[in-house]
């Protein structure tokens, strides 16, 4: 008998350095300055790697990039304040906050603070709320890089099912409303919902966005369904010791399964990414009035 067909797997890079050439294109085209501004608190290693491989990244596009960087003991009125200072500053066209943020800092008292035209997260609630209206720029940017990977498999959405297992503010949420603007019958699930597996069984679009390393498994997954994973777990391999990342679906087992399934690493994330960019640009184009 012959082997199934294993999934198509959604190659994220790629998808990623599309968008970056779109970028560096309308970049050069707009002969504009735009400046992406990040803060970072504390020491925090794998944020300054980070905000290294950013850097580089818009040097790349001809994107500036400007690193804030304050102590770890810095107070949240100085935190604001370092906010408040690239709201003013005319130069600055977009601003991100790198997390975590230390435990005595109110995330969301900060990302509240954030200049709504210049949050290329999307992380305001106002920005976040703007999905709810149709809003398909400066929303949060790995809901728009879920959308853009489902969007690249040329899967009709009207009328599909869709089961969206996880639901953060900045995740889970807002991709359950995009996925109803695109007219999928969306299924939302929590750490609450009963019989996790049947919900899923049902979708043929399945985000797996729970931070729970392989949660879902091939039994979770209809035959030939989209697949996109988002979680982004580190683990510990229990014979050499050693750490690697892992996502929410169990990568090996699903893809013998589902019609396509985007890997970790290398799927969500670097799209991610790339539309932190594209909302860089698109902030800057809305200031010029371009």
């Known amino acids: 008998m012959p082997k199934a067909r294993e999934a198509t797997i959604i190659d994220g890079r790629a998808i990623a350095a599309a968008l970056r050439e779109t970028v560096a294109e309308q970049v050069r085209a707009m002969q504009r300055t735009t400046r992406l501004d990040a803060i970072i608190v504390g020491g925090n290693s794998a944020g300054e790697v980070y905000a290294a491989n950013q850097a580089n990244t818009c040097e790349a596009l001809g994107i500036e990039y400007t690193l804030h960087t304050l102590k770890a003991d810095a107070t949240q009125a100085e935190v604001l304040r370092c906010v408040a200072e690239r709201n003013a500053d005319p130069a600055c066209r977009g601003i991100m906050v790198h997390l975590p943020l230390p435990g005595h800092i109110d995330t969301q008292v900060v990302q509240a603070a954030i200049d709504v035209g210049k949050d290329v997260e999307g992380v305001n609630p106002a920005n976040i709320g703007g999905v709810i209206y149709g809003h398909r720029t400066l929303v949060p940017c790995t809901a728009a890089a879920i959308m853009h990977l489902i969007e690249s498999t040329g899967v009709t959405l009207a009328g599909a099912e869709a089961v969206v297992v996880g639901a953060s503010d900045i995740v889970g949420k807002p991709v359950a409303v995009l996925l109803m603007q695109a007219e999928a019958t969306v299924t939302s699930t929590n750490i609450h919902t009963g019989d996790l597996r049947a919900h899923a069984r049902n979708a ?67 799209v991610t990414v790339a539309m932190l960019l594209l909302n860089t640009l698109e902030a800057t184009t809305r200031k010029e009035g371009v």
């Open 204 to 270: 043929d679009v399945l985000i797996a966005a729970a931070g729970v390393p392989g949660l879902v498994t091939a039994d979770y997954v209809k035959p030939g369904a989209v697949v996109i994973d988002v979680g982004i777990n580190r683990v510990r391999d229990d014979v050499t010791g050693k750490t690697h990342t892992v996502g929410d679906v169990d990568f090996d087992s699903v893809k013998q399964v589902a019609g396509y399934v985007t890997p970790v690493p290398g799927g969500v994330g670097p």
